[in-house]
């Protein structure tokens, strides 16, 4: 096993750093390693805004859910789906580019290219010695969220990446069995296998809380899966995504 995927099976978010700026260097670094990821057929359809303004940082902090490593952590990463430089360079080109931009295609692609350029970042940021958290709680108001970074049409922002060193660190959790996600040549529909799997995760998970929490918490992976997606949360996406000119043909 090398050092990169020794990284990779290391990982676990963080979300508690020390107070400790990253450098321009290391901002320069990170950007550049994002860059380096696939991109469907070039078009290279996202953008990354870096957060370093206090006020900004705290503003979003509250939206995500007042997660504070947000708001604390060496630097702050938005990651953004943006067709809006392709718009312009309709208009400069002379070509008639919209009904493309707001297909639901070019949405998966815009997508699609921000996680690919964001997973490259934390990798090297892990590799680097940091740490990393992914941040979904800034889609619990994207127009907010939107204003405060001041992004025009045609720019979504996705998730926030919070990175830094460490303060503490935090248990690697368990993934799902790979026979529960790998499946050769056709998908595995036996529903008594499935379920199999699960089951033996769900024991794994339980033992995992069990002994992080000193016996508080117990909670099966099946029974937190169902408790939340039983909650309709960020009902307004599609309405916001086509308002931004995404999905919408």
Excluded at 76 to 90: P, T
Excluded at 170 to 184: C, F, G, N, Q, T
């Amino acid at each position: 096993m090398n050092s990169t995927i020794e990284t990779i099976l290391n990982h676990r978010s963080i979300r508690k750093f020390k107070n400790e700026p990253l450098s321009e260097e290391q901002i320069h670094t990170l950007v550049s390693t994002a860059q380096a990821a696939s991109t469907s057929s070039y078009i290279q359809a996202y953008s990354i805004i870096g957060v370093t303004d206090p006020i900004k940082k705290k503003r979003l902090a509250e939206l995500a859910g007042n997660q504070s490593y947000v708001e604390e952590n060496g630097h702050f990463f938005v990651f953004c789906a943006d067709l809006y430089r392709h718009e312009k360079i309709g208009e400069w080109e002379g070509a008639e580019l919209i009904p493309t931009l707001e297909s639901t295609e070019k949405f998966m692609v815009s997508l699609i290219d921000a996680s690919l350029a964001a997973q490259n970042a934390s990798i090297a940021a892990e590799s680097m010695g940091m740490g990393i958290c992914y941040i979904g709680g800034i889609r619990n108001d994207l127009e907010a969220v939107s204003e405060v970074l001041g992004l025009p049409h045609r720019v979504i922002p996705l998730f926030g990446l919070a990175v830094g060193y460490p303060e503490e660190n935090s248990d690697v959790k368990p993934r799902l069995p790979i026979h529960a996600v790998y499946h050769e040549n056709s998908y595995n529909v036996n529903e008594n296998e499935i379920k199999a799997g699960l089951e033996e995760y769900d024991e794994t998970i339980s033992s995992y809380y069990h002994t992080r929490t000193a016996g508080k918490r117990s909670d099966r992976w099946t029974e937190q899966m169902a408790k939340m997606l039983s909650s309709k949360k960020r009902m307004y996406m599609k309405e916001f995504v086509e308002k931004k000119g995404f999905s919408k043909g």
